[in-house]
Nanobody, 123 residues
Framework: QLQASGGGLVQAGGSLRLSCAAS????????MGWFRQTPGKEREFVAG????????FYGDSVKGRFLISRGNALALVPLSMNSLRPEDTAVYFC??????????????????WGRGTQVTVSS
């Protein structure tokens, strides 16, 4: 099981750091990612990391502002979010995949999802 945490309310230009904790083994993980979703919209790719190589990928809207890394079991894929904007407001989800087929930014390739954490950026 995955559990995202670290969300909250922040002013535009501020920073937050999200964490994703796992209750089970991470052996065999192919990749992990962060996605976000606002009401009425599809889940959007934010950032992902290839577990073995630590190669990282970012959605276009967060490049240069967000940083994903590989952590430990308590904080598997910390996501540092800087220069936050009101349009970053969303529920953020962490996810894991064991399969190697498909791109890391494809929401359909992730098998395990954590409960989301709300991020609200005020203007």
């Amino acid at each position: 099981q995955l559990q995202a945490s670290g969300g909250g309310l922040v002013q535009a230009g501020g920073s937050l750091r999200l964490s994703c904790a796992a209750s089970g083994s991470t052996f065999g993980i192919y990749g992990m990612g962060w996605f976000r979703q606002t009401p009425g919209k599809e889940r959007e790719f934010v950032a992902g990391i290839h577990w073995r190589t630590s190669t990282v990928f970012y959605g276009d809207s967060v490049k240069g502002r967000f940083l994903i890394s590989r952590g430990n079991a308590l904080a598997l894929v910390p996501l540092s979010m800087n220069s936050l904007r009101p349009e970053d407001t969303a529920v953020y989800f962490c996810a894991a995949r064991y399969g190697a087929r498909g791109e890391l930014n494809d929401v359909r390739t992730y098998e395990y999802w954590g409960r989301g954490t709300q991020v609200t950026v005020s203007s």
